[in-house]
């Protein structure tokens, strides 16, 4: 009997298990796994990929301004509208100026210059606390002179300038002829490097590739620009810095003059098959070889009729020519 009971109470045990599910536990894991590893995949994977860009491109809209703002800027920045009429360049001293610069630099509309700052603009001029101006390093301000001299450029030199918002330059000079025969016109104030790269540039390159652009046109006898040393901002720089006119490191170019009497050629985006078109291209390109930033006609709305050329110093020699 005990025998008997035994095997039945085995048997039983052993019927237990699938008849109570306990085996449950086995096939478990599957049909939870499942579902917890797909069903995440395609819903929660969406929601984690917004939460986790919307931290990470939050912020960098935040952050990035000034740093991409600063890159892309510095050319930019250095460039504004050439003032209404040549030889005013130097009428300038106040960063006021600036504002109304830096907004006809965004909006081709607010170009005019005179134009009341904004608040933002306003209040943005203020941290500006820029040193005085940077000073010139002696042996190579007097080689810089010597060079310009050697050249034939006349110039004047000048009493430092040194205007409020940082602008200024420490030895500026008064230049009204590049070379022997090429005058700069009006008189500009400016850095000497500024000037000497300007002159380089005409008498090695820009002199030649006008005769070969206009064979039949008197020689080249004179660049008109429109603004040189002025206290200014930069145009779209936000955080308030000022120009590279503000340094005399800068000068926009609006024309220029063959011969004498003669109708001078106006800087202008040309893209026609035309001779002064192919010169104009060719003068953005000589450009680049001796300035750091060119900003050509047309490269932006603030740069129709004028070509900013500046000397400023980037990390790694970088060159910002559009
Ligand atoms: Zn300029």
New binding site residues.
């Given amino acids: 009997m005990t025998k008997t009971i035994v095997r039945l109470a085995a048997l039983l045990l052993l019927a237990l298990p699938s008849l109570t599910g306990l085996q449950l536990p086995a096939r478990g894991p599957l049909p939870d796994k499942r579902p917890e590893s797909a069903a995440p995949s395609s819903d929660a994977v969406p929601g984690a990929e917004e939460q986790a860009k919307e931290p990470a491109e939050l912020p960098t809209p935040q952050t990035r301004p000034r740093p991409s703002a600063a890159d892309p800027a510095k050319p930019d920045q250095?460039?504004?509208k050439p003032e209404a009429a040549p030889g005013q360049d130097n009428t300038r001293s106040k960063p006021q100026e600036p504002s109304s610069d830096v907004d006809g630099s965004k909006t081709p509309p607010s170009d005019k210059p005179g134009k009341p700052a904004k608040d933002s603009e306003s209040a943005e001029q203020q941290p500006p606390p820029d040193p005085a101006p940077q000073p010139e390093e002696p042996k190579a301000l007097a080689a810089c002179l010597a060079d310009l001299k050697a050249i034939g450029a006349s110039f004047e030199q000048k009493a430092g300038i040194d205007d409020d918002g940082g602008c200024g330059i420490a030895a500026p000079i008064a230049v009204t002829k590049l070379l022997p025969d090429v005058t700069l016109e009006p008189e500009a104030t400016l850095r000497c490097e500024t000037a000497l790269q300007l002159a380089r540039m005409t008498r090695d390159m820009l002199k030649p590739a006008a005769e070969s652009a206009f064979p039949d046109k008197p020689k080249l006898t004179g660049i008109r620009h429109a603004?040189a040393y002025v206290c200014r901002n930069r145009n779209s720089a936000e955080n308030g810095k000022v120009s590279e006119?503000a340094y005399g490191n800068?000068i926009?170019i609006a024309g220029l003059r063959f011969g004498e009497g003669e109708q001078p050629v106006m800087i202008a985006r040309q893209d026609d098959g035309t001779a002064e078109a192919a010169f104009q291209r060719a003068f953005n390109a000589i450009a680049c070889l001796y300035f750091t930033t060119v900003l050509s006609p047309g490269s932006d709305p603030t740069h129709q009729d004028h070509m900013?050329l500046d000397v400023i110093e980037r990390k790694s020699g970088f060159r910002y020519c559009r």
């Fill in positions: 250095t460039e504004r603004s006119h800068a926009d900013h």
